[in-house]
């Protein structure tokens, strides 16, 4: 199994953070001031595939191991620079992705959904999506189309065909009443940007009010724009759930992080 441990300066074991059945992967954050480290595992929840990864914390005595990221899905998870949040996107092949935001002890402040904003639009008030699959029949066909709605039919070979049909969220667009952010890589080469094109075209015919934004040059996960994208959505969210507008042009939090982080300043 594949755990993690403590050395000192020196080379010599201090003591095992984990240990267990179960493998530890990538490293999210390390919280050299509170002495917690975030980090992907897999294999440790009883009744689910061990292939599905999960976000957790301990300490680096090896207390206070907790899960983050519940749910029997695999989890991506981004986590903020404050360690005070982060969001979680999980799935499984039966299943479409969702996104949430969850703090630093695993409690959900909010989801992040387009398609439940324009369902539900009594009820939730802002939401943000990110590289989103807007419309499935230009996404993978072997994507959540082969595992909802299906349905078995004989032609008149006698070959079996699959239909499915799933409602789009470009035909949803019309009962928006929130506010609404659009984001997508230019050069996404997972779900194309048309997706994305598809909704705003919706939406603007539709004649709503909603925001987009274009990362440029980059693919679905925003490589090295991640960190902006992260803030791009904290300040969206800052704005219209909590009335905070006193957000500066300048991105204040990066900028301390370049300051702080040498390695930070040679790619800038």
């Not at 090896?62 to 029997?72: A, D, R, Y």
């Not at 002890?105 to 439940?116: F, Q, R």
């Not at 082969?146 to 019309?174: C, M, P, R, S």
Request: charged fraction near 25%.
């Amino acid at each position: 199994w594949g755990h993690y441990y403590l050395y000192d300066e020196n080379g010599t074991l201090k003591n095992q953070i984990t240990s267990g059945p179960w493998h530890c992967g990538e490293i999210v954050k390390l919280d050299e001031k509170n002495r917690v480290l975030y980090f992907v595992a897999n294999g440790r929840e009883k009744g689910e595939n061990p292939y599905y990864e999960h976000l957790y914390r301990v300490n680096l005595d090896g207390t206070g191991l907790q899960l983050l990221s519940p749910g029997n899905f695999t989890h991506n998870m981004e986590m903020s620079d404050s360690y005070r949040y982060f969001v979680d996107t999980y799935s499984r092949v039966n299943t479409a992705p969702k996104s949430e935001i969850r703090d630093n002890t695993g409690k959900l402040v909010m989801e992040l959904a387009t398609a439940a904003l324009c369902q539900y639009p009594d009820f939730y008030k802002v939401a943000v999506s990110s590289s989103g699959n807007h419309e499935n029949n230009i996404y993978n066909r072997w994507w959540s189309e082969t595992h909802n709605g299906v349905k078995e039919k004989l032609n008149d070979d006698g070959e079996t065909q699959f239909l499915y049909d799933i409602e789009k969220n470009t035909q949803l667009a019309k009962n928006l009443k929130g506010k609404l952010l659009l984001i997508t890589g230019d050069i996404d080469n997972n779900v194309h940007p048309g997706n994305t094109f598809r909704m705003a075209n919706a939406l603007i015919r539709a004649n709503k009010r909603f925001d987009i934004f274009i990362m440029p040059g980059q693919r679905h996960a925003y490589g090295d724009f991640t960190e902006y994208a992260f803030w791009l959505k904290a300040d969206y969210f800052c704005k219209h759930l909590i009335g905070d507008y006193s957000i500066s042009t300048d991105i204040f939090e990066m900028n301390r992080e370049t300051l702080m982080t040498p390695g930070k300043k040679n790619q800038n």
